[in-house]
């Protein structure tokens, strides 16, 4: 069986255009797409109404709330850790009545 020598210039050639390819696509991302059925999006929206119904937080504590969050987010939140080992203690104690 005789094999016959590739000539330089399609190997280069098709090596040239396999780069120009490469450096397109990474040029040009392929965008991310989400498509929801009718029936997820209505169980989207029966899911939200049921959450906005069952929030029946007092205003004081909505407030409360609010507060340890924006304290948590800026970093000044401090954990009281007698308190939190207490209540860990005090729980444990219960549950093994």
């Known amino acids: ?3 016959n020598p590739l000539t330089g ?3 280069i050639s098709a090596y040239k255009a396999q780069r120009i390819i490469c450096k397109v696509s990474e040029l040009t991302p392929a965008a991310d797409q989400l498509s929801l059925s ?3 999006l209505a169980l989207s929206s029966t ?3 049921l959450k906005a119904q069952m ?3 007092s205003p004081e504590e909505a407030a409360r709330l ?3 969050s924006r304290q948590i ?3 000044s939140y401090q954990v009281d850790s007698r308190k ?3 209540k860990i203690v005090d729980e444990y104690l219960h549950l093994n009545k």
């Open 9 to 11: 210039q399609p190997v």
């Open 55 to 57: 929030d029946i937080r």
């Open 73 to 75: 987010k800026d970093g």
């Open 38 to 40: 009718r029936e997820a």
């Open 84 to 86: 939190t080992a207490a």
């Open 1 to 3: 069986m005789k094999i």
């Open 47 to 49: 899911i939200s109404k």
């Open 66 to 68: 609010a507060e340890i």
